[in-house]
């Protein structure tokens, strides 16, 4: 899955977005990029739905498209 992320200023709204999806149940992986602006998220459908990781990202502040 990847997200576009608008609202990330720096590194560390990058890394802080990236931690937060790291812990939740369900994720596998998640890449954050400042540069491009994206998160690319490796997740089980099984466990945790598309929408609720979009939603995480939106909770902490960050406004995010999910692309696929």
Do not use: Q
């Amino acid at each position: 899955m990847i997200l576009d992320i608008a609202g990330m200023r720096c590194g560390a709204c990058a890394v802080g977005i990236e931690l937060m999806l790291a812990k939740k149940k369900g994720i596998k992986s998640a890449k954050v990029s400042l540069n491009e602006r994206m998160a690319s998220v490796e997740y089980d459908p099984a466990i945790v739905a598309a929408s609720d990781i979009a939603k995480a990202v939106s909770d902490i502040g960050y406004i995010e498209t999910a692309r696929s």
